[in-house]
């Protein structure tokens, strides 16, 4: 299976979809040339709120697609088997709970799926940067985690830049994610301060035609990012 090529990905978030039409809507977005989607567990303790098990997880490994599990949870590394046996191929974790980020990333890693670090708003980008050689996905948050269809928040793009320039000058194979009330007014910012995954929830599955939303959230994506020299 092809998995995301490393220029960029926008990807959808399953929170945001009809749970009554939800193979629909990814076939929709598949058909649209969408290969990754994100799906979002949280545990009502990290953040005000309930959402996914590994079923989700396993129908979009059913429906083909590249899976990043963004686990919004206290106890990241007690869950993070059941979703590498739902078969996800990045697992993300909150900075926030983890007392050495780097030794979870590389414990992330030893169960065979790719190591996702996240930093809430409030959360400053260092810890991030320092473990980032140990981190395949860094992502930065851009509304309070919790719910789907928040206001973007434009001041978190300085930490954007500046995980970009510690990749770029490490030379590592790292993506920088965001996510939260990322929409087709401000997805060209993302894409520009350096993010190559860009998740979308409402944007898409909250469209008339989700489709056609993906097509023009890659096409302004596309069109803002500088690829490394
Ligand atoms: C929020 C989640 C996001 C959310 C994105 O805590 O992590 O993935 O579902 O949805 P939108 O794009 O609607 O903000």
């Not at 995301?4 to 977005?29: F, H, I």
């Not at 697992?91 to 992330?108: C, G, Q, R």
Request: net charge neutral.
């Amino acid at each position: 299976m092809i998995v995301a090529t490393k220029t960029l990905a926008v990807v959808p978030s399953l929170l945001a979809g009809d749970l009554a039409r939800l193979g629909e809507q990814l076939d929709q977005v598949k058909a649209a040339g969408c290969h990754w989607v994100s799906v979002d567990v949280m545990d009502g303790h990290f953040v005000p709120n309930l959402s996914f098990g590994p079923d989700f997880v396993k129908l979009a490994k059913k429906k083909g697609f590249y899976v990043d599990t963004h686990l919004m949870v206290t106890n990241p590394m007690q869950v993070a088997p059941w979703f590498v046996e739902a078969g996800t191929d990045v697992l993300t974790a909150h900075i926030e709970v983890l007392e050495n980020p780097a030794e979870s990333m590389k414990a992330i890693r030893k169960l065979g799926v790719k190591s996702g670090l996240a930093v809430k708003p409030k959360t400053a980008v260092d810890g991030l940067i320092k473990a980032l050689d140990s981190v395949d996905l860094a992502l930065v948050m851009t509304v309070e985690p919790g719910f789907g269809g928040q206001k973007f928040m434009a001041d978190m793009m300085p930490k954007v830049a500046a995980l970009r320039a510690a990749i770029d000058e490490k030379n590592l194979d790292c993506w920088i994610q965001v996510d939260g009330g990322v929409n087709a007014v401000n997805i060209a910012q993302c894409a520009a301060a350096g993010a190559d995954s860009l998740v979308a929830g409402s944007a898409v599955f909250a469209a008339k035609d989700p489709a056609a939303a993906f097509r023009e959230l890659e096409l302004k994506a596309r069109a803002a990012f500088k690829p490394q020299q």
